[in-house]
Structure formats: C-alpha cells, structure tokens
Nanobody, 123 residues
Framework: QVQLVESGGGSVQSGGSLRLSCAAS????????MGWFRQAPGKEREGVAA???????RYDDSVKGRFTISQDNAKNTLYLQMNSLKPEDTAMYYC?????????????????WGQGTQVTVSS
C-alpha cells in the first residue's frame, strides 16, 4: 500500500502563496497519475491539478495560471505551488494517486489518499 503524506498547508492572506508537498512511499508503476484534490466544508471533494506518468499536467479552470503541479521522481515527492491565493481556495487539500494516467480527474477513480493538509486564505 502506497503511503502519501502531505505538508505545507497553513494560513495566508489573500494574494499570498503556499507550497504543498506530498511525500510518497516508493512505488513502481509504469503508468499512474498523482494529483491534488480539495474539499471545503459542506462541499464535494474536487480535483485541483494532476500530473501523469508521462509528465502531462491538468488543472481545474479555477486555478489555471495560479497553481503549478510538479513532481520530483528522485524524491518521490509531489508539489503544488499555489500563488495569488483567494479566500475561495480555503479547503482541506488531499494528495492522490491513481493507477492509470487519467484516474486523477475524479475522486471515485483515485486509489490512494493522503490525510490532508488545511489551507486557509483570509481576505
């Protein structure tokens, strides 16, 4: 079972930046995806950004141009650089692993979840 551990959440003012990290236990998969989801109180978990084993990235329209997903394969670590944060970005952010390239587009196809890290943006 792959373990995912997030870090880097916190509280910032609107317009600020945070970088989330997700450390993954070592896994060997030829095709996979990793991604970031978020869930605000009373709302469904939604996909924010994803990257697949070919390095292709995908972003939700709400974060395009502000968030950047990346991975360091040598460190088995996934990152999410979040700039120009808005109060509506406030949520619990979860790291995710899927067993196929497009399995990080929806929460129902994710195989492994981290425990989450809270991001709070104040106006």
């Amino acid at each position: 079972q792959v373990q995912l551990v997030e870090s880097g959440g916190g509280s910032v003012q609107s317009g600020g930046s945070l970088r989330l990290s997700c450390a993954a236990s070592k896994f060997i998969l030829s095709t996979y995806c990793m991604g970031w989801f978020r869930q605000a109180p009373g709302k469904e978990r939604e996909g924010v950004a994803a990257i697949d084993s070919d390095g292709r990235t995908r972003y939700d329209d709400s974060v395009k141009g502000r968030f950047t997903i990346s991975q360091d394969n040598a460190k088995n670590t996934l990152y999410l650089q979040m700039n120009s944060l808005k109060p509506e970005d406030t949520a619990m952010y979860y790291c995710a692993l899927g067993l196929w390239r497009d399995h990080c587009s929806a929460s129902r196809t994710v195989t492994n979840w981290g425990q989450g890290t809270q991001v709070t943006v104040s106006s």
